[in-house]
């Protein structure tokens, strides 16, 4: 006797899975556009730096603005928590694995200090830069006010998994069209792996989502609670959900693709399943002025009875200019992450990211196991 099914499982893709078919009329990488929008602030590469205090100061901040793309500073991290926050970060690097987990809970109870806020985002204002910050739901009515007092531009607001609908035993929680009325500047709304969340998020009138559970190189969430959909095929779904909002309401919202991008190649494939913008994170701890100096660890990793974001020894790769833009010293699609983007949307003929959209994708053997073998055992 054949039982009846309890549920249908679908395949996921991640990007070992897919790659990228040439279109059938190439262009000069000089003559594709990379730019992106964010509100009223334009970027010459699309590309955001994330909110992990491994990642991004107030310095990093500035060095992505000047090198055309948008980091985002953890508004609940050290730097708004301590007055030295470099002390902190070598304590954290230099700590023993076995206690490093234990030493992240402890630094991170510190309260948040509001005036931190203010010097932190008067620093990257102070450079120049486009600041945009990033709050988790929780404290997103009480902390993101204050940044942007302080002259935020962007607030970003990020937790594991977020949707329209959180149902919780306060009196009144967080809404997105509320907050987008107050602030009064743009806000993007992540992390969410499905078509009706993410529609449903865009109906309240943010101004992006980001996609992305469990991916990520310093993420353990598919680990430790089972949650995640791998990043192909999350952000295949985020994207239709705004081609149909768009064409419901003719109001365009950015997806930015976050997690799991490790080199050129994951990186254009990430595009061409319809991203607008991409959000890195342990790419750029490997940069030479990352604070991290080397390490990287998730944001979930303080949680103080579940800890899951983990710190991991990424080393370094080189100077931030050289892993966007080069020149590059290596063959594993580490550096050069633009210029591998530029040559990828000549070969698929795509004037600009939405043309890259269109490329066609396919499911595609592992690189591991087509041919490549001699590259990875050297």
Known sequence: MVAPMFKELRRAYGFDEVAIVPGEVTINPNMTTTDFTV????FSIPIMASAMDAVVSPTFATLMHQAGGL???????????????????????AAPKEEATALLQRVYSEP???????RCVKSVKKGGAVCAISVTPQ??????????????????VQSTVTTARHMSRSYRGLIFSELCHMLKVPVLVGNCVTYSATLELMETGIDGVLVGVGPGAACTT??????????????????AAREEHFRRTGRYVSVITDGGIRTGGDLCKSFACGPDAVMLGTPFAQADEAPGRGFNWGMANPHPELPRGTRIKVGTKGPLKNILFGPTSVTDGTQN?????????????????RDLHKAEMI??????TEGKIFQFMQ
Not at 112 to 118: F, N, T, V
Not at 337 to 353: E, K, Q, S
């Open 363 to 368: 499911i595609a053997p592992s690189i591991k």
């Open 222 to 239: 598919r680990e430790v609670v089972g949650i995640g959909v791998p990043q192909v095929t999350a952000t295949l779904d985020c994207a």
């Open 112 to 118: 948040i200090k509001e005036d931190l806020i203010g």
């Open 337 to 353: 992450l633009v210029g591998a983007l530029r040559v990828a949307m000549g070969m698929c003929g795509a004037y600009t990211i």
């Open 71 to 93: 980091g985002v500073l953890n508004l609940e991290g050290l730097y708004t928590r301590y007055e030295d926050p470099y002390s902190i970060l070598e304590e954290i690097t």
């Open 39 to 42: 509100g009223d602030h334009l």
């Open 139 to 156: 404290n997103t009515k009480h902390l993101s006010p204050v940044a942007v007092e302080a002259g935020a531009d962007v607030v970003v």
